[in-house]
């Protein structure tokens, strides 16, 4: 009656059948020709310059800056205020990257910031700009540029 049981604690789950490889050579090779186009697309897109992007578009080629282009957003709801002068380079203080030369004196500059426009293209350039006002501790009038015209 008293029969020894055949219980281990150790199982084989592979009933047998040999483990396959998780990378198996098909799939490599797979993986190498997907990696080799994705980087000549790019490469491509890149010398072309016509690909998507930030950096793509009218107004971004060298020389592309003339009195009365309009670079930037259209949305005057969000940037609604409104200054002019002669774009240079330099803030206050750590305060803008770019400043607005204006009559009356560095008192009257607005000093600038933009995520949305290359303000460097417009050094020495007079210029309009739309953008939204932001809070400074140094400087009289900061602004977050989202539209820029080239007067």
Wanted: overall charge positive.
């Amino acid at each position: 009656m008293d029969q020894p049981k055949n219980d281990s604690l150790m199982h084989d789950f592979g009933n047998g059948q040999q483990q396959t490889a998780m990378f198996s050579p098909r799939l490599l090779i797979l993986l190498l020709v997907v990696a080799v186009l994705g980087v000549g697309t790019g490469y491509i897109f890149a010398k072309s310059g016509n690909g998507p992007g930030l950096g793509s578009g009218e107004g971004t080629k060298p020389g592309s800056v003339s009195k009365g282009k309009v670079f930037g957003s259209d949305d005057l709801k969000t940037y609604k205020d409104l200054a002019d002068g002669l774009m240079k380079e330099g803030g206050i203080e750590g305060e803008g990257v770019f400043h607005l030369e204006r009559p009356g004196g560095d008192i009257k500059n607005v000093y600038l910031t933009s995520s949305t426009i290359d303000l460097a293209k417009f050094i020495n350039k007079k210029v309009k700009v739309w953008g939204q006002t932001q809070k400074a501790q140094k400087a009289g009038w900061l602004m977050d540029v989202g539209r820029l015209e080239v007067l």
